[in-house]
């Protein structure tokens, strides 16, 4: 293989500027720059082969058939080795662009000891329910069908909430009675999630879901619904900053007391409060099983960290395990064995933290803990990283299991998913509400690649703004609802119904001013909107895994490896060329992960040593505003490696680099210059993933640090004229990325079938040869912006 390697810093690229011809390269950011390959089937012995398409190139044909031609070619397999990137092996002609290899292998579970996936879903919460009875009766049971049934989402899983939550029109508790320890005052009735409807939509979905699956439901997979707390009874809770001084209790249940726990009295074993509130979960619990829901499970609190402005209980791992260890767990364990405990409930940062002191075996309260519950929040506001963050430490935290000796069926769930501000029918740019979906899919791929067992949304159905939330925190979700749009509407039904007193914070909804026949040219079906339900892209890219990974599927290995023609042809760069395609990094943010994926050529994989011997690269956000962020120097305390920062040494904390080159090879080592540490310990280096990759394997997402310069891990090979920084420490190549790739796959063994789901989120098309055990089975292309799924027996 011939590289550049090059010692010299300080190099100018001819495109260094992010309004230069970098981006003009890529004004149209949705335009496909390379043909398509027709799909083929290759080998004999594929039965019922598909491959079904949503794309943004043709958004109203979602989940559509790609043709696919059953070519036999009886030659030797697809040789990486012999191959130089110019021939097709497979297909006997030439190639009009550089090919990716999807390589899995669905005799090879990434957790063959654990349990299999259990599903997706999403949350019964109080706006779900009021929007759900919004709609007609014809409406309704559209969205049953679109949600639970086997022509729809089949979604599995759900959650709910415990008294209210943000997502509810007010706070309000089951027993508002002062100091009624024994709970003889609970509203064992649950009247008030009868009354709107919560009770009902959970019970249409679970008969919905056995009457579509009755063979998974008669299997054990029926409808599986977790139940969690936002904040118990404000009498419970330790008074806030926000109440009177000498106040003996919270005056509300918005808020939290920030330290160790919101209890009023504390978590410990003679705490009337906690007790109380142990047996609030059992009595809740009793009350809904009254109504024919049964729950799988709870969690101890949502977003334990969090003193939220809506309602909210602070807890940090010793407080949670006191409670589960002295209240909570003997609680459930003596009136309902039956329902799983899960902790935490937060973002991904810190779940390592919260596992290792909460399961460990020493630890009283891990006999009650089934499970452990996560979000996909990157810690902050910036909801441009939510799902951007975290998957090492999913890697970390299964590995910890392992050490733990935890049971192989603790469960790991991703409990809370969404994109916010506002809705993408609200915002009116179909780009954005693409790059939402590629974001959902994308978030569950990974999750599942690294040993999560399901997937739940927030919101099964908003308003047309994301509501009603009585907090404002008005967020998106797969289905809205939009009843003022529905034929038999005729103008007396109002664009906002009474529940929804946000009005319109983010200004005009501009969905509402597109006709039926512009929505449906966008991807949102007329035949649900005459129904008064706005279908989203989301929706459809979720469907392309849900419909296909029924619960008690597995993970397999699989992974999108570089094209076979080494670093002159990647897949989205032609042969011979310096210029990396893909389109615009919208990844090149500050507080983005650097993490090390198989060369793909593309934008994502550009970086430039800029004249302060800074590793900095370019893109835009997904508003479109110009982004340039450097390679940080030291690595993120929660999520362990190194991020993306500002590259202003007064604002943040970028890395100064020299590249200095190895004696005798072809080969540099990277070294950080602003820092204190001896100098044997500074440079940039390979941190490989524990459990192995899961089921990417070592290549698929290793993080970087700052180490040891006399170990392996520490040498790199960098192209300058392709700005690819790269590693072969695991044997094949994998190149620093910022974030992820633009290509991606996840592999799956069904009961039946044998499933992968291939993301492109670049801007031009990607051929790809997709190989099974290193035997070829078919060639396809995906186009820009588009999901697909292939299938086969």
């Not at 809705?423 to 999750?447: E, F, K, P, W």
């Not at 590693?727 to 994998?734: K, L």
Request: aromatic share 10%; proline share 5%.
């Amino acid at each position: 293989m011939t590289t550049i390697v090059i010692a010299v810093v300080g190099t100018k690229w001819s495109r260094s500027d992010p309004n230069d011809a970098r981006d003009t390269t890529y004004s149209s950011r949705y335009v496909d720059l390379s043909p398509i390959r027709p799909c083929e089937i290759l080998v004999d012995g594929v039965d019922d082969f598909a491959l079904i398409q949503t794309s943004l190139g043709e958004p109203g044909a979602h989940w559509s058939d790609v043709t696919c031609v059953r070519r036999i070619v009886r030659r030797r397999d697809h040789d990486d080795d012999d191959d130089d990137g110019d021939e097709s092996h497979a297909t006997g002609h030439r190639r009009r662009r550089p090919s990716a290899i999807i390589d899995a292998n669905y005799d090879e579970r990434a957790f063959p000891d654990r349990s299999p996936i259990l599903g997706f879903g999403g949350a019964f919460t109080e706006s779900t329910a009021l929007n759900f009875r919004s709609l007609n009766d014809m409406g309704r049971e559209a969205a049953l069908e679109l949600l639970f049934g086997e022509s729809g989402l089949g979604y599995s899983l759900g959650r709910t909430h415990i008294n209210s939550c943000d997502f509810s029109v007010k706070s309000y508790s089951f027993d508002d009675v002062e100091d009624d320890f024994d709970l003889d005052e609970f509203d064992d009735d649950v009247a008030h999630d009868v009354d709107v409807g919560m009770v009902n939509m959970m019970l249409l979905a679970t008969r919905k879901v056995a009457d579509s699956f009755p063979d998974e439901s008669s299997g054990g997979y029926g409808m599986r619904i977790v139940a969690s707390p936002w904040s118990p009874p404000s009498w419970m809770k330790a008074p806030t900053s926000n109440d009177i001084d000498g106040a003996l209790h919270a005056m509300n249940m918005t808020g939290s007391y920030s330290k160790d726990v919101c209890i009023r009295d504390g978590v410990g074993q003679d705490s009337e409060y906690a007790r109380s509130w142990a047996l609030y979960f059992s009595k809740f619990i009793s009350a809904y099983s009254n109504h024919g829901v049964d729950f799988y499970g709870v969690t101890v609190q949502n977003e334990p960290e969090f003193p939220a402005p809506w309602e909210a209980c602070s807890y940090d791992p010793v407080s949670q395990g006191e409670f589960i260890a002295n209240h909570l767990g003997p609680t459930l364990a003596k009136l309902h064995p039956n329902t799983k405990i899960l902790i935490f409930d937060h973002n991904k940062d810190h779940m390592v933290k919260w596992g290792r002191y909460l399961l460990s075996p020493d630890h009283p309260a891990s006999k009650y803990v089934s499970g452990t519950a996560y979000h996909w929040y990157a810690g902050g506001m910036d909801r441009l990283l939510d799902g951007a963050q975290g998957a090492p430490n999913m890697h970390r935290f299964i590995s910890e299991l392992d050490v733990m000796n935890v049971d192989r069926g603790h469960v790991l769930l991703n409990s809370e998913a969404c994109h916010c501000p506002t809705t993408g029918y609200a915002g009116g740019n179909i780009y954005i509400a693409y790059a939402r979906a590629s974001r959902n899919a994308h978030t569950i791929l990974a999750d599942l690649a690294a040993g999560s067992n399901g997937f739940i949304e927030w919101n099964l159905i908003l308003d047309s703004i994301g509501g009603p939330n009585h907090l404002g925190n008005l967020c998106d979700s797969p289905l809205l609802a939009v009843p003022h749009r529905a034929v038999d509407s005729d103008g007396r039904i109002p664009d906002q119904l009474d529940f929804e007193v946000a009005g319109h914070p983010f200004g005009r909804v501009n969905g509402d001013g597109k006709t039926r026949e512009e929505l449906q040219a966008e991807g949102s079906p007329a035949k649900f909107l005459d129904l008064g339900i706005v279908v989203q892209p989301m929706y459809y890219y979720v469907g392309h895994i849900t419909r296909f990974v029924r619960p008690g599927s597995w993970a397999v290995h699989a992974l999108v490896d570089s094209s076979a023609g080494g670093s002159k042809s990647r897949t989205f760069r032609p042969a011979e060329a310096d210029v990396p395609g893909g389109g615009v990094n919208d990844l090149a943010r500050i507080g983005i992960e650097a993490t090390l994926w198989p060369c793909e050529g593309s934008t994502r994989q550009e970086w430039l040593l800029n004249d302060a011997n800074q590793l900095q690269v370019f893109g835009h956000d997904w508003l479109g505003a110009p982004t340039i962020s450097c390679l940080g120097r030291s690595a993120d305390g929660g999520l362990g490696g190194l991020m993306l920062t500002t590259c202003n040494v007064t604002e943040g904390h970028p890395g100064i680099y020299d590249i200095i080159s190895i004696p005798d090879q072809q080969k540099v080592h990277i070294v950080l210059k602003n820092t204190k540490v001896d100098s044997k310990a500074t440079c940039l280096v390979v941190q490989p993933l524990r459990n192995n990759g899961g089921a990417y394997g070592p290549r698929g997402g290793a993080q970087v640090n700052i180490g040891s310069c006399e170990e392996p891990w520490a040498e790199w090979i960098y192209d300058s004229s392709t700005g690819e920084l790269l590693s072969t420490v695991f044997g094949g190549e994998v190149c620093l990325t910022t974030g992820w790739p633009f290509l991606q796959v996840g592999g799956f063994q069904a009961k039946a079938k044998k499933v992968a789901v291939v993301l492109n989120e670049a801007s031009e098309s990607a051929n790809y040869v997709f190989r099974n055990k290193g035997k070829i089975i078919a060639t396809a292309s995906i186009p820009p912006h588009s999901i697909q799924t292939l299938s086969f027996g």
